[in-house]
């Protein structure tokens, strides 16, 4: 006999959310409203102030007496109530050394020191206690690192919901900018590793603000170590603004002026390795990005072309940096040089006899033969590192392709000889977009789709490829993946 459902909580039947069956459930827990079941039925069609459901619950519960212990919200705005034993020394000490070892390079959000001073003021600080959970919850959404605690997924949802509680009680402006910084930006990277767009645009964003509120602490006294990495934390969240501003053509708050800070020579190699990430970002500035919304300009074809010898130059060729750096690096090389050519393709530059290579129609199947190439010299624990924003742009790329091959002969898809050529390619990526964790649930159900639309006779070859098996059916599996796997407003950009 089945078990009964569980009726809906009264807050989230109000708001019309999907209710867990958890006591209190992920819903209430996340905003901090009391989980309680009446059982009564209320009526429809809220109109006036009430209307704004989560407002009202929120105002009601702050001036209730008969406050839920169960709910983390307290009654007063200074209390506050961690969850016990979510989060032991050996779980932080674990996740820390994953992400210090990998991430510290491409990454650069919290100095190792500074970090675990934190981490001994967790108990007795509630700021402290965000930050160390929303990092424990970023290292399992948004990299490779794998918990033996729990199930990872579920682990890491409990985290990000903790956080996002504790976070609630915090005065951003009455702990150190940085600290603050680091939580929102923390915040961002889950939203992003969860498909969670909006969330993720508005911690970012908050933490771009509070960056250029002018409010910044001073750097630790005497640690020229720590206020080199200080320098970088301005290049990290410009870098991250511009990528984000790319992906859903948004607008961005950070410039490179005179007064930027400086990221002197280095011969540590992941230091090496964010200076040429940092160098790859720089072009795509606020006309480059007005443009590229459509309500600038549009970049002249000497500009275009400009930035695309520059990607080029950024990353050496001979380059002799860690597997790690290198993947964040080519893959975000090739991935740019594509937006640049999507541009180009907008802008009606491109021609059969054009004067600069990256203006030729069939320029993609350049940038993913040098993806191809660089991909398959790296290990796929260098790639697995980066979490889900590697993936998109790996698969922007195929997407990309896949345009591009439509337009070719027969013989043309083909390799030829020792030569590999666009079919190639393209299973290549879509291997990497199955096999990195995420790709499957998230991108590859895209990538066949767009395959099927496009060029519907390579389905079946790239199905047996990835082990799929049957393109029609398998496509159907995948879609009816869990939901709780969708991206919120995954785009390509198809060629008209």
Known sequence: MPRPLQPACDACRRRK???????????????????????????????????????????????SPSFSPQSPRPA??????????????????????????????????????????????????????????A?????????????????SSDLASTLLDEATVARRHLDLFAIPIRQAIAVSFLLYGCHIGLGHQR?????L???????????????????????????????LLLISERAHALRRRRPITLQITASSPILPPSFDPFTRGFSCLVD?????????LSSWNGVGPVLSRDALVSIEEHLQRAVPADSDLPDIVLADLRVSQQWLRTVVWQMATTAGYLSSSPTHPSLDFR?????????????????RESMETHG???????????????DVMACLSSAGLRSSGFEIGPQDYLKHLGSLVERLPGGRARFLPLLMDKLDQTLPALVQQVAVHLGLPGAGEELTELKGDDSADKVDGIEYTEIT
Request: proline share 5%.
């Open 280 to 288: 790859l970002y720089r072009p795509f500035d606020p006309s480059f």
């Open 388 to 402: 889900i924003g590697l993936i998109e742009k790996v698969f922007e790329v195929a997407c990309t392709l896949v």
């Open 17 to 63: 959310v999907k209710c867990s069956t958890q006591r209190p459930c992920s819903p209430c827990r996340s905003v901090g409203l009391a989980c309680r079941s009446s059982g009564i039925q209320r009526k429809k069609g809220r109109q006036g102030a009430s209307a704004n459901v989560l407002t009202e619950l929120q105002r009601v519960e702050e001036g």
């Open 363 to 379: 320029y993609p199947l350049q940038i993913a033969r040098d993806l191809a190439l660089a991909t398959w010299k790296l290990s």
């Open 205 to 235: 964003r908050e933490a771009t603000t509070l960056y250029t509120a002018d409010v910044m602490d001073s750097p630790d006294v005497g640690s020229d170590d720590l206020s080199s990495f200080s320098n970088q934390l301005f290049w």
């Open 135 to 151: 990092f424990c919850a970023f290292v399992l959404i948004q990299t490779g690192y794998r918990s033996t605690q729990t199930c």
């Open 199 to 203: 969330h993720a645009y508005y911690f």
């Open 76 to 133: 007063s705005a200074g209390e506050w109530t961690k969850t016990p034993g979510l989060v032991d020394p050996s779980f932080v000490r674990h996740c820390a050394d994953y992400f210090f070892a990998r991430m510290l390079g491409t990454v650069p959000i919290l100095h190792p020191d500074a970090f675990q001073q934190q981490v001994n003021r967790m108990d007795k600080s509630g700021s402290s206690y965000c930050l160390v959970v």
